[in-house]
């Protein structure tokens, strides 16, 4: 069992459409973190988020953390064949040393 | 500045051998934590390990087991492997809360 449910689970769009994922959980965390991960690859870390209600921007990609720090989601605007791989969040608690991951959006852009 | 290092790549067994995983952490970081990845689900944390010691371990038999050395990197070992074992296994390094990780090794267990 995931302790953060991702949503959805796959996503296929054109490229230049925008797109939004969704990381949810019933759990605190202190910080919220989101990487993407190609096939036979490990996770690249994109963001790292610690504030309730922070937004983070990177390029076209927006990362928002919830104002309870329970959940948090990503868009890409105008997505590019370039942003296909698999999406995960992963939450640490507070006195806790591991990472939480969801079980990921497999993110695929058409050209 | 190399970043996280994972050896070796891929490996194949056979049920009931033993594997050993290694991995070298990003410069500047002291802390090892190992995460199985199972096919189309998100890494699973095995355990972590801070000053040559086990600091946390996640939900894992005793078969797994691992080790820290003075220079910081770190070694995962699997016995008695199981057909269930066969998944990809990443190696992430940290100073503060903040993981990075290597490009795993691809366990297959036959």
């Known amino acids: 069992t995931q302790l953060l449910e991702q949503s959805p689970q796959f996503l296929s769009i054109q490229e230049g459409e925008n797109l939004t994922v969704y990381c949810n959980s019933s759990?605190?965390?202190?910080?919220l973190q989101w990487y993407r991960q190609e096939p036979g690859e490990g996770p690249v870390l994109l963001v790292t988020v610690v504030t309730g209600g922070e937004v983070k921007k990177l390029k076209r990609l927006t990362f928002q953390f919830g104002d309870a720090r329970k959940d948090s989601s990503l868009h890409i605007t105008a997505a590019q064949p370039g942003d296909t791989g698999l999406y995960l969040c992963?939450?640490?608690?507070?006195?806790?040393?591991?990472?939480?991951f969801g079980a990921g959006t497999t993110v695929t852009v058409r050209a | 500045d190399a970043g996280v290092t994972q050896s070796p790549t891929h490996l194949i067994k056979t049920r009931g051998q033993q594997v050993t995983l290694r991995c070298s952490p990003k410069s500047g970081h002291d802390t090892v934590s190992w995460y199985q990845q199972a096919l189309g689900q998100g890494p699973q944390f095995i355990f972590q390990?801070?000053?040559?010691?086990?600091?946390q371990r996640g939900n894992f038999p005793d078969r797994f087991s691992g080790h820290q050395f003075p220079n910081y990197s770190s070694e995962l070992n699997v016995n008695a492997l199981l057909l269930g074992d066969s998944a990809l296994y990443l190696c992430a390094s940290s100073r503060d809360a903040e993981q990075f990780f290597g490009p795993g090794t691809r366990l297959t267990v036959l």
């Open positions: 759990s605190v965390f202190s910080s």
């Open positions: 992963a939450g640490a608690a507070s006195n806790d040393y591991k990472l939480s």
């Open positions: 390990y801070y000053e040559e010691e086990e600091r």
